[in-house]
């Protein structure tokens, strides 16, 4: 990174007010999450009769979705604790984004759930009346746990960037003014102060790995506790860590790429953090290929004959499409680019992380709704929509209002809260020039 | 010469066609309907009708054929028992009603009649049943032995009957176990009587030891099927069991194994405590901001 001054770094640093484009993504957005909120208000009405949910594709998009979030969130603990822990300094930048993904991302993975539930006036049973036997309950209880670690850790590294803000009152205007200085007024600067978050960041660097691994390993058990083709199996846990890690990584290339072009921070997201990320891309997709290969080749090589009827679903029946799009979307295109010098170039970059993340998705559906299509007892005397699964438009505008939420609370973060931590690139910087 | 032949044929099959046609259309299958009559433990009588037709070669159970049993004759309404629809098996089933009572005592012996109307599918049907009154007594013996007696209505009183295949056992999962090795006994020709011994001792019965013996005739052409049942304390004693309150993974709440408790919450509570412990230091950072 070339010199840069003081000033310079925290003027081109703080948030910065929507422009026009800003305003259109905003609105559309917030359109999105309206006709999603219309629909979920129609499901509220009408019961799940209004999805395409029945007895046996009892879960969808929505669970589909759930599965996606944890495991975008997990980013959080790759890029703050895991290489916070390995003392790789060129990550700085990219902590605040990874950390806001993971805590957008582990929001709504809670809030899908209490949607996919028929009645969500219940939710407190599972507080009240939960089994501590089953997943369900590990879920509910290491989701919140991860919201709060993850909190945290967005909260500790922000707290000498809010005694910057509040220096620039009249840019600020009153309300931020108001939140910067309830959230970081104390803030003074002060050695013991930073000893302190210093020590605190750590601890949790440390502890949001154990947590992280438990959300998507306990997410994993949901499915592998079950007895069912597909989800038997031993590998979940590792399979849908690494495919976590994955998603998280590409969600971090499109949003550095979006971040950096829209507000121009070319000096600080720069080509060699895209060149890196895709290096980290690259390896990730080749763990979780490594996965895939295993989860669908040992049960393909038996072809028992329930497995069989599912797995020649993904493989040339009804699901094959998505199927080998997932694949070749979210693994396969994405190193074919990624490893390459030009690939790894920002445009190429952020067109491999969209690719990854857009795949990943359906690679979530097909975890979840074909095994649930293919039960050991064979399907019979149910009426014939029963056997398929398409979700109704209700779901998709739950399911798309769920996913712009989860955009608006980053972009509102960003709006409010600089997207790079700007005192430890001043640190990083100075200690740069030093050195 | 040969044009003038394939017009020919060709009118003949335009000719035909039509009432080759009219003639699918009509054609239907015929229906049998076989009636049975039961004595249900010398209290209720029940009558059953079981509808197939030969679909394909093979005889196949016809369901939802709407039929109609009578007692003697089908000729007057008034012997109307009742109406039914034949299930997914193509059997009806029908309890005969006390109002059926004067006409039943008129004769030692009883016919009945099944019928049902042509459908879209199948032609009209009616099948018929003639069966001599009879009533099968169960009573139990010393040296738990169980005996068994027919008595067939002749004029009017009751006489043993003999040479009828008898069989003794006990009521168990819906249908019936031997009372020994024995399948059926033939009832003998001076008291119409058949006697076995019980040799299932270890077989499970309600908590003071009750089981149901049964002696019963199946498909007799003359008596139809005959069942009497009798309870008695020959079974072992069944004590309730269950592991509904103790500790295990699949228990209901608050019932989990201690190890899982001990486990989960040792977690639960250790990262909690960090969390609790990192804001207690954000406490720490205000109080340093306000010294």
């Known amino acids: 990174m070339e010199k840069l001054a003081e000033n310079k770094i925290i003027e081109d640093l703080l948030p910065q007010k929507f422009g026009k484009q800003g305003q259109i993504w905003v609105i559309s957005l917030l359109a999105v999450c309206a006709l999603g909120f219309y629909a979920y208000c129609r499901q509220l009405y009408y019961g799940l009769e209004v999805t395409a949910l029945r007895d046996y594709a009892s879960w969808g998009i929505y669970i589909s979705n759930f599965v996606f979030f944890v495991a975008i969130s997990l980013v959080g603990s790759l890029i703050t604790a895991v290489l916070r822990l390995t003392d790789v300094h060129w990550s700085t930048p990219l902590t605040r984004i990874a950390e806001i993904i993971a805590v957008s991302a582990i929001s709504f993975a809670g809030l899908i759930i209490i949607v996919d539930m028929g009645r969500p006036d219940r939710f407190y049973n599972l507080f009240t009346h939960g089994r501590l036997q089953s997943p369900i309950i590990w879920d509910v209880i290491v989701i919140t746990t991860y919201l709060f670690i993850s909190l945290l850790l967005l909260y500790f590294p922000l707290l000498p960037d809010l005694k910057i803000m509040i220096g620039y009152k009249e840019r600020n205007g009153k309300y931020l003014q108001k939140l910067y200085e309830f959230l970081g007024s104390f803030w003074k600067n002060k050695p013991e102060q930073f000893k302190i978050t210093d020590k605190a960041i750590n601890i949790l660097s440390v502890t949001i790995i154990p947590v992280a691994f438990a959300i998507h390993t306990v997410t994993s058990w949901l499915f592998a506790t079950t007895y069912r083709p597909g989800w038997d199996s031993t590998n979940f846990g590792a399979y849908f860590i690494s495919g976590a890690f994955l998603v998280g990584a590409g969600g971090v290339l499109i949003a550095m790429y979006v971040f950096r072009t829209h507000y121009k921070l070319e000096k600080y997201i720069t080509d060699d953090h895209f060149n890196k990320m895709g290096k980290i891309v690259v390896l990730l997709a080749l763990v979780y290929l490594y996965f895939n290969i295993n989860e669908f080749l040992v049960p393909a090589f038996k072809m028992k004959k329930a497995e069989e009827e599912h797995l020649m679903g993904l493989f040339t029946g009804e699901f094959s499409p998505i199927f080998w799009f997932a694949i070749s979307a979210s693994m396969l295109v994405p190193i074919l680019i990624l490893v390459t010098k030009k690939g790894r170039t920002p445009k190429w970059a952020f067109f491999a992380g969209i690719l990854v993340v857009v795949g990943s998705w359906f690679k979530r559906f097909l975890i979840v709704t074909p095994t649930l299509l293919h039960p050991f007892l064979p399907m019979h005397d149910v009426p014939k929509n029963y056997m398929h699964y398409f979700p109704t438009w209700e779901e998709w505008a739950i399911a798309g209002g769920s996913l712009a939420g989860a955009l608006l609370v980053i972009t509102f973060f960003a709006r409010i809260f600089p997207i790079i931590p700007i005192h430890e690139t001043i640190i990083e910087t100075e200690s740069h020039e030093k050195a | ?291």
């Open chain 2, 1 to 291: 010469m040969r044009k003038h032949k394939i017009i020919q044929v060709l009118v003949l099959v335009i000719a035909l066609v039509p009432s080759l046609l009219m003639a699918q259309a009509v054609e239907k299958n015929s229906l049998s309907l076989n009636l049975k009559y039961y004595n249900d433990n010398n209290i209720t009588h029940h009558l059953l009708v079981q509808a197939k037709s030969k679909i394909d070669g093979k005889f196949q159970q016809i369901p939802n054929i709407p039929v109609e049993f009578y007692i003697t004759t089908d000729a007057d309404k008034a012997n109307l028992l009742g109406k039914g629809i034949t299930n997914g098996k193509g059997e009806a089933l029908i309890e005969i009603p006390p109002t059926a009572k004067m006409e039943w005592l008129k004769s030692p012996n009883q016919t009945f009649v099944v019928t049902a109307a042509a459908t879209k599918n199948f032609d009209d049907a009616k099948g018929e049943l003639a069966i001599t009154k009879a009533k099968l007594k169960i009573d139990t013996a010393e040296g738990r032995m169980i005996t068994a007696k027919i008595v067939a209505l002749v004029d009017t009183t009751w006489k043993p009957i003999a040479a009828v295949d008898v069989i003794v056992g006990v009521r168990r999962l819906g249908g019936i176990l031997n009372a020994n090795e024995t399948q059926t006994y033939p009832t003998d020709s001076a008291t119409g009587g058949v006697t076995a011994e019980f040799k299932r001792d270890s077989i499970p019965g309600d908590q003071k030891g009750n089981i149901v013996l049964v002696a019963s005739v199946v498909d007799n052409e003359t008596y139809g099927n005959l069942t009497a049942e009798m309870v008695v304390p020959w079974g072992k004693k069944s004590v309730y069991m269950t592991n509904f309150d103790h500790r295990t993974l699949f228990a209901r709440r608050g019932h989990s194994p201690f190890w899982l408790e001990i486990l989960a919450y040792t977690i639960v509570v250790g990262v909690w405590s960090v969390i609790i412990f990192l804001l207690v230091q954000i406490k720490n950072i205000k109080k340093l901001g306000v010294e």
